[in-house]
T-cell receptor
Framework: GAVVSQHPSWVICKSGTSVKIECRSL??????MFWYRQFPKQSLMLMAT?????????EQGVEKDKFLINHASLTLSTLTVTSAHPEDSSFYIC????????????????FGPGTRLTVL | AQSVTQLDSQVPVFEEAPVELRCNYS??????LFWYVQYPNQGLQLLLK??????LVKGINGFEAEFNKSQTSFHLRKPSVHISDTAEYFC????????????FGAGTRLFVKA
C-alpha cells in the first residue's frame, strides 16, 4: 500500500515555543490531507482538512491561529502548533487521501505513523 | 453528518476463542466503512474496508466484517484470536461525497489472555 510519513516521530518542547510537524505522501499525490489529534486511550479527533493550494477547513472548536496548517504541494502538509502549552501535548496523526497507481478506483486514505508531542 | 458507536470499550477474551467487536453508525448519506487497528504508540493500520458489493468483507490477520445496512452495523469478527491481536480497534465511517472526512468511533480495547 501507499506510504505516509511523519516527521518528527516525537518531539519535546518548552512551553511557549512553536513546533512544526511534517506529513508526506511518499509514493502518491495526496489531493487531500487530514490532521487528527489523539489523547491517551481516546479516539482520533479530526482537527482539519486541507486541500493542496487552498486554506484548511477546521473542525468546530479547533483554533486555526494555534494550529497552522499548510498544504503547499501534493505530497506535503505541515501542522505548526504555535505557542505550545502542556495541554497541547498529544499524539498527532496525519492522513493523506489520493489514488494510488495500480490501486482500486477509489481515493483511499492512508495514515501516517503519528507524532507524539510533549510540551514541558 | 456521520457518527460511529463502538458498543464495547473493552473486550477481554481467551486465546483461540472467537471474538466480535461491535460497531454501529449513523449517516444521512451513503458511506464507506473501515476497521483500523492501533498498537501502542503506533499509527493506524487498515484491517479491512467496505466500499460496495459483497456485504462480507475479509481483511488482514484473519479478520472479517459484515455490513448490515438495515441495522446500520459493521461488526468485526475473528474465529480464533491470538495474543498478538491485543490492541485498540477503531471503526470508522467516511462519507461518499466530496469531503471524504473519516469519523472514528471511540475504540475497543481487545485484550487477549493466555
Amino acid at each position: 500500500g501507499a506510504v505516509v510519513s511523519q516527521h518528527p516521530s516525537w518531539v519535546i518542547c518548552k512551553s511557549g515555543t512553536s513546533v512544526k510537524i511534517e506529513c508526506r505522501s511518499l509514493d502518491f499525490q495526496a489531493t487531500t490531507m487530514f490532521w487528527y489529534r489523539q489523547f491517551p486511550k481516546q479516539s482520533l479527533m479530526l482537527m482539519a482538512t486541507s486541500n493542496e493550494g487552498s486554506k484548511a477547513t477546521y473542525e468546530q472548536g479547533v483554533e486555526k491561529d494555534k494550529f497552522l496548517i499548510n498544504h503547499a504541494s501534493l505530497t506535503l502538509s505541515t501542522l505548526t502548533v504555535t505557542s505550545a502549552h502542556p495541554e497541547d501535548s498529544s499524539f498527532y496523526i496525519c492522513s493523506a487521501r489520493g489514488q494510488v497507481a495500480g490501486g482500486p478506483d477509489f481515493n483511499e486514505q492512508f495514515f501516517g505513523p503519528g507524532t507524539r508531542l510533549t510540551v514541558l | 453528518a456521520q457518527s460511529v458507536t463502538q458498543l464495547d470499550s473493552q473486550v477481554p477474551v481467551f486465546e483461540e476463542a472467537p471474538v466480535e467487536l461491535r460497531c454501529n453508525y449513523s449517516s444521512s448519506v451513503s458511506v464507506y466503512l473501515f476497521w483500523y487497528v492501533q498498537y501502542p504508540n503506533q499509527g493506524l493500520q487498515l484491517l479491512l474496508k467496505y466500499l460496495s458489493g459483497s456485504t462480507l468483507v475479509k481483511g488482514i490477520n484473519g479478520f472479517e466484517a459484515e455490513f448490515n445496512k438495515s441495522q446500520t452495523s459493521f461488526h468485526l469478527r475473528k474465529p480464533s484470536v491470538h495474543i498478538s491481536d491485543t490492541a485498540e480497534y477503531f471503526c470508522a465511517v467516511s462519507d461518499r461525497g466530496g469531503g471524504f472526512k473519516t469519523i472514528f468511533g471511540a475504540g475497543t480495547r481487545l485484550f487477549v489472555k493466555a
